[in-house]
């Protein structure tokens, strides 16, 4: 995984959710404003202290936490 060092945790900014660069901008707001069909433009007009990499990582971010991850089977658990 690249280096996401634009996303940031902090107990004392809004619960210590993933945010932007310590900002009260959750990944989840700007992955949540793309998935509506907003473009990067209209997210920066939305949000002007954001800046276009700020979305990039956040969208990184939330594609790395939706991984899946196979876990293989016992022969125990096949059978059963």
């Not at 992955?31 to 209209?42: I, Q």
């Not at 997210?43 to 954001?50: E, H, M, Q």
């Not at 800046?51 to 096949?78: C, F, G, H, K, M």
């Amino acid at each position: 995984m690249q280096n996401l060092n634009r996303i940031t945790f902090d107990p004392q900014i809004m619960g210590g959710k993933a945010c932007i660069r310590g900002m009260r901008v959750t990944v989840s707001t700007v992955v949540g404003l793309v998935a509506s069909g907003y473009s990067n433009t209209d997210i920066l007009k939305a949000y002007p202290y954001l800046e276009e990499e700020d979305i990039y990582q956040a969208l990184s971010y939330a594609a790395w936490r939706v991984q899946e991850v196979e876990v293989p089977l016992t022969a125990n658990e096949i059978s059963d």
